[in-house]
Structure formats: C-alpha cells, structure tokens
C-alpha cells in the first residue's frame, strides 16, 4: 500500500534485487498512475488498486492486455487486503488514510511492515488490541523503530527507556527569527534522508519525531516518559535502547530506508545487501544533543498529546496534516503549523475513550474546520 511513494518505491528496489525471495501480490496507489502503470508492468501483481478514481480508466486500459486486475478507490484497496494469497503488507500510506486497509489486513491475520505511523498515532490502542487478537506481527519500517525492534530482539525485557534519535532536519540551530522567513523549498531540503515532502516537513518541524514517539508507545509498550528524543545530525545512530542495568544497545548504519525495509521483509532472518557500508572512517566524531522543543514546539505539542490520550493523538494529527498542507499551498509559514495544531488541540472536542467511529468523526471534523476534506 502506497507503492509509488518514497517508501513504496525503495521496497520495489529491495524486491527487484532478492526476486528469488520475494515476489509483488498487489500494488495500491494514490494518485501517481503513470508510475503504478510502469511498476505493475515490471512486476506483474495479481491485482493493482488506485485510490484516484478519475485515473482509473488510464491504468485499465494501458494494463488492458495483461492479466493484472485493476481496482480503483480507497475502499477497494482495503479490500484488497483479503486475499489469501498475501503473505506480507507494507502499509506505506502517507498519513491517516493508511488506517483503514491497515486494520483491514491485520483482521484477515495478514503481517504488517508498518511504515504508516500516523496510523498508529491516531488508533495505537485499536491496532495493537486487534493485531494481539489476530496473532498478527506488526514489524516497523521507519528507520527509528526498527533500530528499536532490532535492540530488542533477544532481550527478555528489563528496558528502562528508549533514546529515540533524530536528525534535527534543515533547521536545525535556527532561532524563531529565523524560522519566520523559511520556505517550503529550504524545508524540503533534508540533509540526510530522501523522503517524501509531507515527512519531510514534519522532520522539519519535529513533528515527525512526536508522531514517532507515539508510534513507540504503542508499538513497544513503553510509556512516553520513558521515551527520549535525541538529536542526532550525523543520522547514523538510528535509535537505542537503554536497559536496567545501565546497558545501551544501539543499530547504526548508513541513512537509507531499504535496510529496515529488507530487514522487516526478511525478519526474522538477515539477508545480503549489496547497499554501502557504514565507514567509521568518514566521520569524526557522533554527536548528541537536546532538542529545542521551545522552538520547534511541534514536538512538546506531541508529548502532550499522547500524555492526554483519548482521540487528542487524533486531534493533533489531522490538524499537522491540514497545516502541512496549508504550508505548502502557501497559505501558512512555517511558523503557524505549530500554531495551528495548538489552536484545534484547544478547540476540537475531547473523548477520553474513543472508538473507531470516534477517531474517523474526529478526523473529519477537524479537517473540515481546516478546510481540507
């Protein structure tokens, strides 16, 4: 799901390097027909889904002569998720539309390689309750989480925190002065990773570390208390894991999303890859450092978030992606994305113990009050 997005595509590389091991059942796509059209013709899939439904017409007829079903809508790639013949799902949608077909899949006890993290900030309880109810594995993909899940594979528990690394981002060190005058062209300039630009504004902002240190709660059972944000500018140290006994263990290498990708569709086992090495050499020292959470506010607005609980995750998450959206329609600074989230934060109302029809009213609703539906 979300095949022709950055993670999408990085997948199909480590598909296209080990297809003696791994093969495409489905492809589900958002909008980008052209690129779904080209990757069900290398790939040859059972079955293509594109959520656009005003592009359906163009997949089916340039996949007309090859026998690859096209589906169009988010419903039927939730459907999709069903077949029996699926043996794994990357869940790559950017954003809270992954939710639905994610627990979809986990339902008809289908594994997940988890690199939606919005879907576990806005419903963590929900999907963690259903994929413990289905026996299902749920292996994270973002690079953070799974240097987590690797530290703590083997251990029988004892943690006492999780150090949860980030980059900092382009702006790192900047002042709110400086903040004022950026542009979606200076956010969109990550100095390590190549991402797509909804997550790219959010490393940004730090939002992208809050989703992620929600994303741990759940997915590692730890509360976020116990949950530190470190930045890393050297992103090489992907996260770590301090234990009772004062004992880190950590996952370094070289900043590319293919290896928690191969190593989530390989786990438990570790494959060859023929991606670059980590060279010590080439750097002189790792450094560490506290985040400014005064000026990148994006990050405490997070903590407070998941500190309150309920639907307010939720809350906070439509209200990121409706300012993301804003900011890069030119219609808010950067600075105002924090301030936006706040004000639906402080406005949108609270539900202490929401459920799913809950949490899909409580999208909506504070998409619509941001005009963004």
């Known amino acids: 799901m979300g095949s022709t997005g950055s993670i999408g595509t990085q997948a199909l590389n480590v598909i ?98 988890l690199a939606n993290k919005e879907t576990m900030v806005v419903a963590g309880e929900i999907v963690t309750r259903a994929a413990r109810d289905n026996h299902v594995p749920i292996l994270p993909v973002d690079s953070e989480h799974s240097a987590i899940f690797q530290s703590l594979v083997g251990e029988g528990g004892g943690v006492d925190k999780i150090l949860l690394t980030a980059s900092g981002g382009p702006f790192r060190g900047y002042t709110r002065e400086q903040l004022q005058h950026v542009t979606l062209a ?118 407070q978030a998941i500190d309150k609980g309920g639907n307010m995750p939720c809350i906070m998450n439509a209200a990121n992606e409706v300012a993301v959206q804003r900011f890069i329609d030119g219609k808010l600074t950067f600075l105002q994305i924090a301030d936006f989230v706040e004000e639906q934060m402080q406005r949108a109302p609270f539900i202490a113990k929401p459920t799913l029809d809950d949490l899909f009213r409580t999208d909506s609703e504070v998409r619509a009050t941001g005009g963004l539906q």
């Open 16 to 113: 296209r390097r080990h297809r003696d091991l791994f093969s495409v059942e489905v492809l589900c796509a958002g909008s980008n027909a052209d690129l779904l059209i080209a990757q069900a013709l290398e790939f040859d899939p059972n079955a293509v889904a594109i959520a656009d439904k005003t592009k359906y017409q163009q997949v089916q007829d340039a996949l007309a002569s090859h026998d690859i079903k096209v589906f169009c809508g988010m419903d039927s790639v939730a459907d999709l998720m069903e077949m029996e013949s699926i043996d794994l799902v990357l869940a790559s949608i950017v954003g809270f539309a992954g939710l639905r077909p994610t627990l979809r899949a986990i339902e008809h006890h289908k594994p997940i390689a």
């Open 186 to 303: 200076d956010a969109l300039k990550h100095p390590n990773w190549s991402m797509g630009r909804k997550v790219t504004i959010d490393s940004a902002s730090l939002m992208n570390k809050g989703l992620e240190v929600i994303e741990a709660r759940w997915l590692f059972d730890v509360p976020a208390d116990r949950i530190q944000v470190l930045v890393h500018p050297q992103s090489v140290v992907h996260s770590m894991v301090q234990y009772v006994d004062g004992s880190i263990k950590a996952q370094l290498g070289v900043p590319t999303m293919e290896t928690p990708i191969q190593y989530a569709f390989s786990f438990p086992e570790r494959i060859e890859s023929f991606l670059p090495r980590l060279s010590f050499e080439k750097y002189s020292q790792l450094t560490f450092e506290n985040p400014d959470t005064k000026t990148f506010r994006c990050l405490d607005l997070a903590y």
